[in-house]
């Protein structure tokens, strides 16, 4: 089988084809959605932050149960035995 070449060249998009609209500076080059991204920056800080310590409570409620139910196991080996 031969192989065709391509009779067209592909159109490799140019930072002056950008429409205007999506570019996120202005006149002055600050970015205006900065203080809303810098806001949820800090609110996704703290829902981590959140998260990790209830993370840490679930693990010392399991901690804690597990004890439990190996302490109920050891009265009832030591009830079978006697």
């Known amino acids: 089988m031969a192989m065709r070449a391509s009779g067209k060249a592909k159109k490799r998009p140019t930072k002056a ?4 609209a999506s570019r996120k500076t202005v006149a002055g080059g600050a970015k205006p959605a900065a ?3 810098a806001a949820e920056l800090a609110s996704l800080r703290a829902e981590l932050e959140a998260a990790r310590r209830r993370i840490a409570e679930l693990e010392a409620q399991r901690a804690a149960l597990a004890d439990r139910i190996d302490w109920v196991i ?8 006697e």
């Open 74 to 81: 050891d009265s009832l080996h030591s009830l079978l035995d």
């Open 35 to 37: 203080a809303g991204e």
């Open 17 to 20: 084809s950008k429409p205007a």
